[in-house]
């Protein structure tokens, strides 16, 4: 029996034995600089570029719209604050959701502390942002949208290619952080029909401290870092050649593995909440089935603390959408937009699977949650 069951593959993942190796081998024998005319730096390049082409391949990219950076963070800002910047002139009016990752919110917040306008569309009760709720916030000087394409926190799938084309037809640049769904659903920017898209690779089995940006061909940011010419002016410095081998080679091992993985996560995930709720029919599930990433099961145990479960539980490693300090209860930003009452909020646990979970982890981790909160449930009365 595993002495620890990972379910928390949302936060981070393990990195791939073949990203592992791509590192290693570009360390021993690729550690030139690539902007070096000589032998060494062209072979550091060429590897370089490489490791551009899987990434663009498995989104469905071009490598010259690829830029390499050190996560969805830095992704995320230069696409916010960058856009913002290069299209002052046309308006500063931008629009964004209450249930994006800080590091999309906090860019937002930093702009409109500079005297831009941001509007926060706000979801429905499954954690979805609608169309029509972003369509409301357009104005005539409106050149700016971000909406993620899966939350992170409760796994909801946003309608990206929708929100896409409705930016597209009033010339509203749109882009979209897709840290938490490349690697985990199929993902294609020309699908998409996006401008920008945010990649982070320890959310797909790459190592942490690499990312990727994708922007479209003709689209102009201003810079938000200032040095050298690398990555087309965007990213100077000296690039992070073996980083980027790991998350290329993460990406060529998914690019025809994705789809098969996706279903069979959500084969996984259905299980799991089967067999949690035919023992407690109360449990709540926040987003359907059909508008979820296919490995994120969000519940809620109302009631009960989700903290609590888990760490009577021992083995099983999750996360849960509510802080405790001092008896109150810190309900997360998503949940609170959502309006998620406190006693569900307290009470929810996010599982989120990996291509390595298995079968009998999701029915050992099953047990555990319901020993754990039979066992609270019983204290409390």
Known sequence: MPEKIYLDYNATTPVLPQAMEAVSRAMKEEWGNPSSGHGLGRKAAHALETARKQVAALIGAAPGEIIFTSGGTESNNMAIIG?????????????????????????????????????????????????????????????????MLANNETGALQPIKEIACACRKRGIR??????????????????????????????????????????????????????????SGLRPGTEPVPLACGLGAACSWLQDKTAGFSGQMKELREEFYSLLRQEWPDLLRFVPPERCLPNTLCVSFPGLSGPGILERTGRVLASTGAACHDRSVKVSHVLSAMEVNEEAAMGMIRLSLGYMTTREDIRLAASDILQAARSLKGERN
């Open 83 to 147: 856009s913002a910047e290069a299209l002052r002139e046309k308006g500063r009016h931008l629009v964004t959701t209450r249930i994006e990752h800080p590091s999309v919110l906090n860019p937002f917040i930093h702009l409109l502390e500079r005297g831009w306008e941001v509007d926060f569309a706000k979801p429905d009760s499954r954690g979805v942002v609608s169309v029509q709720a972003i369509e409301r916030l357009f104005r005539p000087d409106t050149v700016f949208v971000s909406v």
């Open 174 to 231: 749109f882009h979209t952080d897709a840290a938490q769904a490349v690697g985990k659903m199929l993902v294609d920017v020309q699908d998409l029909g996006v401008d920008l898209l945010t990649v982070a690779g320890h959310k797909l089995y790459a190592p942490k401290g690499i990312g990727a940006l994708f922007m479209r061909r003709g689209i102009r940011l201003q810079n938000i870092l200032f040095g050298a010419g690398q990555e």
